[in-house]
């Protein structure tokens, strides 16, 4: 089994900037995720990244947050620019071992349900 840990989460103003960062135990899995569920609401898909570093998009975070990965470091990141109050969430990373198919990658953000693995979660609170 891979553990993952999560880092970086904490308190920022609106319109701020703040980057997660989940470390992989063994190798990375071929897809890594952030997703983020706030009190009362679903857990909800943030950003997808495959193994060739293709990424994928919630609407709500579209050209404001950023997902990467370093395959050395066995890393990825999440880098989140102009945060609303609406961000408030807590962040998970996940990952998925292996290779879904041509296509599959964005439809992982509403599938939770397709991931191995989970990091604890870190909390990231936006204030306005």
């Known amino acids: 089994a891979v553990e993952l840990v999560e880092s970086g989460g904490g308190s920022v103003q609106s319109g701020g900037s703040l980057k997660l960062s989940c470390s992989a135990s063994?190798?990375?899995?071929?897809?890594m995720a952030w997703f983020r569920q706030s009190p009362g609401k679903e857990r909800e898909g943030v950003a997808v990244i495959e193994q060739d570093e293709a990424t994928h998009y919630a609407d709500a975070v579209k050209g404001r947050f950023t997902i990467s990965r370093d395959l050395k470091k066995k890393s990825t990141y999440l880098q989140m620019n102009n945060v609303e109050p609406g961000d408030t969430a807590v962040y998970y990373c996940?990952?998925?071992?292996?290779?879904?198919?041509?296509?599959?990658?964005?439809?992982?953000?509403?599938?939770?349900?397709?991931?191995?693995?989970w990091g604890q979660g870190v909390q990231v609170t936006v204030s306005s």
């Open positions: 063994t190798s990375s899995p071929f897809y």
């Open positions: 996940a990952g998925r071992q292996y290779y879904g198919g041509q296509n599959y990658a964005s439809s992982l953000l509403s599938r939770p349900g397709q991931f191995d693995y």
